[in-house]
């Protein structure tokens, strides 16, 4: 098991190595949710966040997504180096050219189309019997593929919505409480799945255990608010 640590972004940044940068990143609404948080995320990495209940987690998945704006501080991509992604100060987050796949802390699946149908309205270029092939990885028989998802379990819908996030093609991968739900025969399942077809792609997710970060191979990054 390994956690980030400031030698790691610093080490990272000055090898000019691709990668995320997120640097002194402050985000406040009625109370500060994040302040000047800092982390380096090496391309093709797996990342675990890791921190109580409100420290900030889902917001900073959120931010790195392009669905939150930072009061103060710099997101970007890093390629040679910082000075040519961050010039300036403030907050600057260099995404349009990155595509992300989010799995959000809520399914949000259509209840009354099929596992099957959820997944391709996200990936069409996926035929049906791909799709099934990979439900069943997850454990989801396909008889199970044809039902409404509003007939699913809960652990059903987290492996659906895990599935739709995995298969959209892109370069960061965001995963808020994939394992949510999930006993440790399906946790496990996601957790095989993600690395067979992680393809690459830097992933970030949070964990409450350090058990599924070590599990994942992923980099333990601390986030306290």
């Not at 009625?30 to 900030?56: N, Q, R």
């Not at 930072?70 to 000075?83: F, H, L, Y």
């Not at 989801?140 to 298969?167: N, W, Y």
């Amino acid at each position: 098991m390994r956690e980030m640590s400031g030698n790691d972004m610093e080490n990272g940044i000055n090898a000019s190595k691709s990668g995320l940068l997120v640097l002194d990143v402050t985000i406040a609404y009625d109370h500060v949710v994040l302040e000047k948080f800092s982390a380096w995320f090496k391309e093709g990495g797996v990342y675990a966040l890791m921190g109580p209940s409100g420290s900030g987690k889902t917001t900073l998945l959120r931010l790195l997504a392009g669905l939150e704006t930072a009061d103060s501080g710099r997101v970007c991509w890093t390629e040679n180096g910082i000075e040519k992604l961050c010039p300036e100060a403030g907050y600057m987050y260099d995404i349009a050219s990155k595509q992300v796949g989010f799995c959000f802390q809520e399914d949000r699946l259509l209840e009354n189309r099929n596992a099957v149908e959820n997944i391709r309205f996200a990936v069409p270029e996926y035929n049906q019997e791909e799709i099934i092939r990979l439900l069943g990885e997850l454990g989801i028989d396909e008889q199970e593929c044809h039902k409404p998802v509003a007939d699913f379990s809960g652990g059903m819908k987290r492996r659906t919505a895990f599935l739709r996030a995995l298969l959209y093609p892109s370069d960061l991968l965001l995963l808020d409480e994939p394992f949510k739900g999930l006993d440790e025969e399906n946790r496990d399942r996601v957790i095989q799945l993600l690395l067979k077809r992680k393809d690459g792609r830097t992933v970030i997710l949070t964990a409450h255990e350090d058990a599924e970060a070590d599990a994942c191979g992923a980099v333990i990054v601390r986030v306290s608010g």
